[in-house]
């Protein structure tokens, strides 16, 4: 009882002191002094009226959303003497494989930089400065010779990464046995069974309508899709984080989407974040960076090419080219196991002095990295919005999808989780797979990695990110990806190759499923 | 015992033949006994003229009507709106209800507002579109009237000339079109389906309404012939949205009672346009049609109609259009021929609801007045747009048609 009290002031004592640095903080600050003047406000009583002031103004309900976004997004404190890089990853090997991977990538980056004699950064001319700011909303028009960039990695390099991650403590001994782990990922991480999924998931539960599934044609919108939008309206009139994201676990209307991510993401557009962004427009003005390049070249390979998000190419460049320039982003590496590049000024190798992070956010892209923002199009369409949402999923959710960590909701544990569904629930289906060369995760790595953008339609899309938004995991990737090859059981085991279960009809296939087809229709009963 | 469908068109096209054929029906020349002639808008002159004298049976079926042009000759179909606009005010009905401007509330449907007649202007060089900006005249080039060999009497040439949107609905900041298919088998009563499946054709040049813009074709134009030959044409996706995709946009950007009342209206513009040309129609029971409709919407999400085209492109662009376009032909052909049988003109051109495809029932005249005219007036009055008319589900009611 004692070490749960400890926690909680501890938590406590965090929230407190990273709200006290917060713009909400300086706004109550003001509201409470300019409350003096109301007649309400009494001396004797100073301290409850105020708070009742703040209640019944709405303020009270903004202070909790910002504290139940810090509790969302910052993870428990662990023991006191605990040192800060096992905040960010408390297990050495994995810390270990994390930063191997990072050398990797950075030197990959750099031999680029030199083979091509381009800076990492470097200033823009007044002249070239003018004219990109002449062209901010149409950059998509600019055809930059990108012929001889690559990108610095696609997600099947990072597979195989994953793929040798081993544990130096754990002995998995040579005789194989029903226990042994058939699939590609050979780490012991705990992951969820059925029965603690269905738990952790129960809003999901077929006794309780959901939205893609029950709003289709056969059941008569009376019976719960209108009940949901009213609800949904209520939630969004309350303004209350914690109670839109328990409401959007069964789907959201999609008139309501845009306002209910905002509320549940504390993303409320005052003109300081305005300014912030414009702000991050001009360093992009003024300064060029190397992964300019590889963020034009990740478009016009990815989202360019994509049926549903070509028409917002433009707003991509937009957002994603004051990413790479946005400092703040290098915060979220507090509990990211992956740690911001470094890079030396010219002729200064090695000292610290002269050290900067490249690029400013600590975030290096890879291919079809675009594709996380490119679904959110849909919803915001003014660009300091966009900017914040997709900034804020990038902090909370898609950091975890593409760095080594033990943590539940991190690529590797989505990895085993997929693999432990398979090969428990569809053993033969897994075996066969396995015995001609198509390793399951070998399909479905790439679609967790990019949490399905641009394998589901847009529509089926969002109701899934609703749900990853709703409990605060990315678990449900993993239970999707194990879903699909659920359905698509009968039409694998006649597969006999890796080819022919990856081609590209598999793909069309995916964009024209539905969820209603995957979870009603065949086998996915069982795990729900 | 029946014997296989003959058919014969003049269009070599995939999407066709590939239908004609997986029917099991057999190719005949024009000259041969046919069922059914799939014919470019030239072929249907000529059947149907005066001197031709041809004469069709009962089991031969046609893709046009003999004078489709009244609908598709923009200064013909702004004359017969103009017609029908007056018929209705003098009806005294609501429908014909004016603002304090003088502006039609309900029918101001289309883009073309002026109709001009000049004799002896030599011929130009065609150009594709007509530009007036706002309400000045600063622009006008003549445009070169699709069918003037129609008018018979003298060498007359129609300009028309259209006010110009230039607050188009931009999306990611590009313009765009929408195509939609109406399938019309009868006028007299009007039945007519609209294709689920429409879509979007966006620009591929960023759109500024600046003046030094006005001469890029590929900004303005969104018409796919066009814009293959940018620079920026992409052979994947062509371009082109769905019509489902463009609906969960503005429903998430602004809203769901703006975006069915958008759809709502784009409804009615497409059953008004066949309305009003209905009575000069010349409803011979051996044609139906697939019109494909231009439409453009502005920033105030209300739609206007740019043009009716007889002969919508059956030429693919992209896979998904291919496929798009096939399944369009398929769906069409359950409904002009149905059982895929030889065609018996005397049949009462309704089909039962489980081979529509992805076609729904847009306006059913017998249907609406079974429950009564009157009703279609009461619930335009009072601007109601009824229950939801915008989601477009199979559920066999018809739904498009709430304000009947």
Redesign the interface.
């Known amino acids: 009882m004692l070490q749960e009290e400890s926690d909680l002031s501890l938590i406590i004592a965090q929230i407190v002191q990273k709200l006290k640095g917060s713009n909400l903080y300086s706004q109550l600050e003001r509201q409470a002094w300019a409350s003096l003047q109301r007649p309400e406000i009494k001396l004797e009583s100073l301290k409850e009226d105020i708070k009742e002031f703040f209640k019944i103004s709405g303020w009270e309900k903004k202070l909790q959303n910002a504290v139940y976004s810090e509790l969302s997004v910052f993870p428990l404190p662990s023991h006191p003497a605990a040192p800060p890089e096992h905040l960010k990853e408390p297990l050495v090997y994995m810390r270990k494989a994390q930063g191997s991977w990072e050398k990797r990538i950075l030197k990959s980056l750099n031999s680029m930089c030199t083979e091509l004699s381009i800076p990492l950064a470097r200033k823009r001319p007044v002249g070239e400065q003018k004219e990109l700011l002449n062209k901010w909303n149409e950059m998509g028009t600019d055809e930059p010779d990108l012929s001889l960039f690559r990108p610095v990695y696609a997600p099947k390099d990072f597979l195989e990464v994953l793929i040798n991650l081993r544990n130096p403590n754990y002995e998995n001994g040579d005789s194989l046995s029903f226990r042994t782990h058939l699939g590609l990922i050979q780490v012991p991480l705990k992951v969820k069974d059925i029965p603690e999924l269905k738990e952790c998931f129960v809003e999901l539960g077929l006794n309780i309508g959901q939205l893609g599934i029950d709003d289709s044609t056969q059941v008569p919108p009376e019976l719960f899709e209108n009940e949901h939008v009213r609800i949904g309206q209520k939630v969004l009139a309350q303004q209350d984080s914690a109670a839109a994201q328990q409401y959007i676990r069964q789907g959201s209307p999609t008139a309501l989407r845009a306002e209910l991510w905002a509320l549940i993401l504390n993303i409320s557009s005052q003109p300081e974040d305005v300014l912030y962004y414009e702000q991050l427009k001009t360093n992009v003005i003024q300064h060029d960076l190397l992964v300019d390049s590889l963020i034009y070249k990740d478009v016009k390979l990815t989202a360019s090419n994509d049926d549903y998000y070509f028409v917002f190419e433009d707003y991509l460049y937009q957002v994603l080219l004051c990413f790479s320039r946005d400092t703040s982003v290098l915060s979220h590496f507090a509990f990211n196991s992956a740690s911001p590049p470094k890079s030396y000024i010219r002729g200064k190798l090695g000292l610290e002095e002269y050290a900067v992070f490249y690029p400013p956010n600590g975030v290096i892209p890879f291919h079809g990295f675009s594709m996380y923002v490119a679904p959110l199009c849909f919803l915001y369409h003014e660009p300091s919005k966009l900017y914040q949402i997709f900034r804020e999923m990038y902090v909370r959710f898609f950091f975890r999808l593409h760095s080594i960590s033990s943590h539940p909701s991190g690529i590797v544990s989505l990895c085993l989780l997929f693999e432990t569904l398979l090969q428990t629930y569809l053993p033969q289906l897994f075996y066969h797979l396995r015995e001609i060369g198509a390793q399951p995760l070998r399909i479905s790595f790439k679609w967790m990695v990019r949490a399905f953008s641009g394998y589901l339609a847009t529509d089926q899309l969002l109701l899934l990110w609703d749900r990853i938004l709703g409990y605060n995991s990315l678990e449900i990737l993993a239970v999707l990806a194990a879903a699909v090859f659920a359905f698509r059981a009968v039409n694998l085991m006649e597969v006999t190759s890796l080819a022919a279960a990856e081609k590209k009809n598999h793909l069309r296939e995916l964009k024209s499923m539905s969820l209603d087809d995957i979870v009603k229709i065949h086998g996915l009963f069982w795990l729900f | 015992m029946a014997g296989k469908v003959k058919w014969v068109t003049d269009i070599e096209k995939s999407v066709l033949i590939n239908n004609f054929e997986k029917r099991g029906w057999v190719q005949v020349t024009e000259n041969e006994d046919w069922n059914f002639y799939w014919m470019s808008v030239q072929t249907i002159r000529n059947v149907f003229s005066v001197e031709a004298g041809y004469r069709l049976s009962d089991d031969q079926i046609v893709n046009h009507f003999p004078n489709h042009y009244e609908l598709t000759r923009k200064d013909l179909m702004v004359k017969n709106i103009k017609r029908y606009r007056k018929e209705l005010e003098k009806e005294g009905s609501p429908l014909a209800e004016k603002d304090e401007n003088g502006k039609y509330l309900y029918l101001g449907l289309c883009v073309f507002h002026r109709l001009m007649f000049s004799v002896n202007i030599p011929r130009r060089p065609v150009q594709p579109w007509i530009m007036i900006l706002s309400h000045r005249f600063k622009k006008c080039v003549p445009k070169d009237s699709k069918t003037s060999s129609f008018v018979s009497q003298s060498n007359k040439e129609a300009y028309v000339i259209s006010l110009y949107i230039n607050n188009p609905l931009l999306?990611?900041?590009?313009k765009f079109d929408l195509r939609l298919y109406v399938l019309v088998s009868t006028y007299r009563p009007l039945r007519c389906y609209m294709y689920k499946l429409g879509f979007c054709r966006?620009c591929t040049?960023?759109y500024t309404p600046s003046t030094s813009e006005l001469d890029n074709m590929f900004v303005h134009l969104t018409n796919v012939a066009i814009q293959k030959h940018g620079?920026?044409y992409?052979h994947?996706?062509g371009?082109k949205?769905?019509v489902?995709?463009l609906r969960?946009?503005l429903?998430?950007?602004r809203?769901?009672e703006v975006t069915s009342k958008l759809f709502d209206e784009i409804h009615w513009i497409i059953v008004q346009s066949l309305k009003a040309v209905a009575p000069v129609m010349n409803n011979d029971k051996h044609c139906f049609e697939c019109y494909g409709y231009d439409i453009i919407i502005d920033d105030k999400l209300k739609p206007w109609l740019i043009e009716v085209n007889a002969s919508p492109s059956l030429t693919s662009s992209t896979a998904?259009d291919r496929i798009l376009k096939y399944n369009l032909i398929n769906d069409t052909l359950n409904i002009a021929v149905p059982n895929g049988e030889i065609p018996d003109c005397k049949w009462n051109k309704s089909p039962p609801k489980e081979v529509l495809g992805n076609y729904e029932i847009l306006y059913d005249e017998e249907l609406a007045q079974g429950d009564g005219a009157d009703r279609e007036l009461r619930s335009r009055q009072g601007q109601s747009l009824g229950p939801r008319a915008g989601r477009s589900?199979?559920?066999g009611r018809a739904v498009l048609t709430t304000w009947k």
């Open positions: 999306i990611g900041g590009r966006f040049v960023k620079e920026d992409n994947i996706h371009g949205w769905t489902s995709n969960l946009y429903e998430s950007t809203g769901k998904n589900r199979d559920s």
